[in-house]
């Protein structure tokens, strides 16, 4: 069975960098034929696709982010991480780690429950 979870600071200072982990579980980030995304949900702008990664390793993102934002991966430890610089209070939101079919790269079969940001000094 397949799932996510995320992990991370529930409280950040702007200007801060924020970190957080997508821990994958039942299947291999590397696997062929998915993509793992990060996506976040505010009150205030909906659902925002913020990037993937793929099976290469190799990274795209939502250029609305303007290059704040960086997913790596761990094949060791079987999970992402999103790195997004400068925060401020409109990083505010919920933050899910999701699985694509390469296939169909804006369908998300599995999801993460979410871990909520706060960007607050």
């Known amino acids: 069975q397949v799932q996510l979870q995320e992990s991370g600071p529930g409280l950040v200072k702007p200007s801060q960098t924020l970190s957080l982990t997508c821990t994958v579980s039942?299947?291999?980030?590397?696997?062929?034929?998915?993509?793992w995304t990060w996506i976040r949900q505010s009150p205030g702008k909906g659902l925002e696709w913020m990037g993937d990664?793929?099976?290469?390793?190799?990274?795209d993102y939502n250029p609305s982010l303007k290059s704040r934002n960086s997913i790596r991966r761990d094949t060791s430890k079987n999970h992402l991480t999103l790195h997004l610089m400068s925060v401020s209070p409109e990083d505010t939101a919920l933050y899910h780690c999701a699985r694509t079919p390469a296939w169909w790269r804006t369908w998300f079969d599995y999801w993460g429950r979410g871990t909520q940001v706060t960007v607050s000094s």
């Open positions: 039942g299947i291999s980030i590397t696997a062929n034929d998915y993509y």
């Open positions: 990664i793929g099976p290469s390793g190799i990274a």
